[in-house]
T-cell receptor, first 116, second 115 residues
């Protein structure tokens, strides 16, 4: 099993540029989560999909952030325009079934974003 | 709203010392509790979890955690730490918010073990 795959692993960009982070969940997993990790705020849940449908996006910081899941094997998190305060590690995670049954998330390696 | 508090942000220990990391949660209903670990440069992985039954849960690598309902706590313990335990540890709870379950993480505790 390849695990959750994220790309890019590292991205350095300039303020104002568009950033797109990608995630491929584990095959067969029904739930997908995007988290942001910073020193100041720790791990924050940004958005949660179940069966490709956004369930809870209350953690998305503002309109500059958007996430899509066009099919069961792919999700994107887009920031447009990016700002220095968006610098963080963005993790994607997936879960195999109704999330409440197991509670276990399988995390990707993360995408480290630096906005200059 | 549900929340998770981890009391120690940074812990420094020598090898063979005992470890206890505090975790308290606020949630009135049935809880499912977790500890995740993030080794340097790696992704988070599950260390152990509690759903029901024996409140003393044993996980991988010699870690254990005790659920004390009356104290809303789920502290992580290890009797003798090793240098390889250097990592960040996250306590988490499944909370019900906005009509859906979601995993809520504490701020994390960075553990540094010196040889």
């Amino acid at each position: 099993d390849a695990g959750v795959i994220q790309s890019p692993r590292h991205e350095v960009t300039e303020m104002g540029q568009e950033v797109t982070l990608r995630c491929k969940p584990i095959s067969g997993h029904n739930s997908l989560f995007w988290y942001r990790q910073t020193m100041m705020r720790g791990l924050e849940l940004l958005i949660y999909f179940n069966n490709n449908v956004p369930i809870d996006d209350s953690g998305m910081p503002e309109d500059r952030f958007s996430a899509k899941m066009p099919n069961a094997s792919f999700s994107t998190l887009k920031i447009q325009p990016s700002e220095p305060r968006d610098s963080a590690v963005y993790f994607c995670a997936s879960s195999p079934d109704r999330f409440s049954n197991t509670g276990e998330l399988f995390f990707g390696e993360g995408s480290r974003l630096t906005v200059l | 709203a549900q929340s998770v508090s981890q009391h120690n942000h940074h812990v420094i220990l020598s090898e063979a010392a005992s470890l206890e990391l505090g975790c308290n949660y606020s949630y009135g209903g049935t809880v499912n509790l977790f500890w995740y670990v993030q080794y340097p440069g790696q992704h988070l992985q599950l260390l152990l979890k509690y759903f029901s039954g024996d409140p003393l849960v044993k996980g991988i690598k010699g870690f254990e955690a005790e659920f004390i309902k009356s104290k809303f706590s789920f502290n992580l313990r290890k009797p003798s730490v090793q240098w390889s335990d250097t990592a960040e540890y996250f306590c988490a709870v499944i909370g019900f918010s906005g009509g859906y379950n979601k995993l809520i993480f504490g701020a994390g505790t960075r553990l540094a073990v010196h040889p």
